[in-house]
């Protein structure tokens, strides 16, 4: 029995303007090697769909739920840029009512939608609270240096798309 190849989808909806379909290799992040056979193995890839409102139009008109998902956060940056955060996003959930597929999931589930999109994660704070840790624990061990070793020796693991993957057409 032969099995179909997996895919694997990443769907983006940040703000930065990103193509409607990307490929990105894992590989891409790793540092090069100086012996070319030790690069061959494994190769992942994800396809990365931009789905942000106007973006992918055929996937958005196949999929009523994500083309919904789409148009609410487009509302939620357009209500932020004249209002709080937290207004904004009530306003998108109240906008969102008629909405045929999530309209009554929002709905239902508001506090835990405002709070949710309240506590988005953000790569560079989380950043910037480990260099911070990082530093406090070199000055309380007396160690100059502590942070930028550190730092160096975890930046590789850290997923950073926009700095460390190179794109793929």
């Not at 939608?113 to 910037?128: A, G, S």
Request: with cysteine.
């Amino acid at each position: 029995m032969e099995l179909p190849a997996p895919r694997f989808f990443v769907f983006y909806n940040g703000e930065q303007d990103e193509p409607e379909r990307t490929i990105l290799k894992l590989s891409d992040s790793f540092q090069p090697c100086d012996h070319p056979e030790l690069n061959a193995g494994y190769e992942w890839t994800a396809i990365v769909l931009n789905i942000n409102a106007g973006k992918n139009k055929e996937l958005m008109e196949r999929c009523k739920p994500l083309a919904e998902y789409a148009d609410f956060v487009s509302n939620v940056r357009k209500y932020k840029r004249n209002h709080p955060a937290k207004d904004a996003i009530s306003l998108a959930v109240d906008d969102a009512a008629d909405y045929e597929c999530i309209g009554k999931l929002l709905r239902k589930c508001k506090g835990d939608v405002i709070n949710m999109l309240l506590t988005e994660f953000n790569q560079k704070e989380y950043e910037d609270m480990l260099r911070k840790e990082y530093l406090e624990e070199g000055r309380a061990e007396g160690r100059r240096g502590t942070c930028r070793r550190t730092c160096r020796r975890t930046e590789p693991y850290v997923l950073r798309p926009r700095q460390r993957w190179r794109h793929h057409k």
